[in-house]
């Protein structure tokens, strides 16, 4: 039996939500070595926040950004490139805070070359856990053939943490919404930047 399929729109208000849970499944994902799903969620909760960052009109809590560029409509962001949308983020908010991360998102945007295991035929395949560890399996190499694919964790934590405190999202709202069962749990582990 077939039913007839509703239209759908984009909900962008949950995408900030959605991409913290993905961040925290690559958490936990990470913990137990199950590095694609790691990498595919790490990348996935990093899109939704850099997507809902470029259609928000003003940050939270706090007075609009000095120079904002008019909001992104939700089809302007079709894409899955993660340098993409650093970009286009940069210049929505210029001089923003989070600048540090540029080669962390890179690293990250590479998942997206696999996300159906697509190997490289004439290289081997290393997951790295750190970006000094994926920086130096390619010096190492003595061809530098080596498709290397970095998930820092701590890295991780740090960014998330930065892009919610860049956003505005409250403690409260942290600890109430999105912490819900064991989430906050698998926040928390071995986690520096948790929000407590």
């Not at 080596?146 to 964790?153: G, P, T, Y």
Request: proline share 6%; no cysteine; aromatic share 16%.
């Amino acid at each position: 039996m077939t039913k007839a399929r509703s239209q759908r729109s984009e909900q962008t208000g949950f995408w900030w939500d959605i991409g913290i849970h993905s961040y925290i499944a690559a958490r936990s994902a990470a913990n137990w070595n199950y590095w694609h799903v790691a990498g595919r969620n790490a990348h996935f909760g990093t899109e939704l926040m850099l997507k809902y960052l470029l259609v928000l009109p003003r940050l939270w809590y706090t007075g609009p950004w000095p120079n904002r560029g008019q909001p992104a409509a939700p089809s302007e962001l079709i894409t899955h490139d993660l340098v993409r949308l650093w970009e286009r983020f940069g210049s929505d908010y210029p001089n923003h805070p989070l600048a540090e991360f540029t080669d962390f998102v890179g690293a990250l945007n590479r998942w997206e070359d696999i996300r159906y295991a697509q190997y490289a035929d004439e290289a081997p395949t290393v997951f790295a856990t750190s970006m000094e560890a994926g920086a130096n399996t390619i010096k190492v190499n003595p061809l530098k053939a080596a498709d290397v694919f970095v998930l820092d964790v701590p890295e991780l934590d740090r960014f998330f943490r930065a892009l919610m405190d860049f956003i505005g999202i409250t403690t409260n709202l942290r600890g109430n919404r999105m912490w819900f069962g064991k989430g906050y749990d698998a926040y928390a582990r071995d986690n520096p930047y948790v929000i407590a």
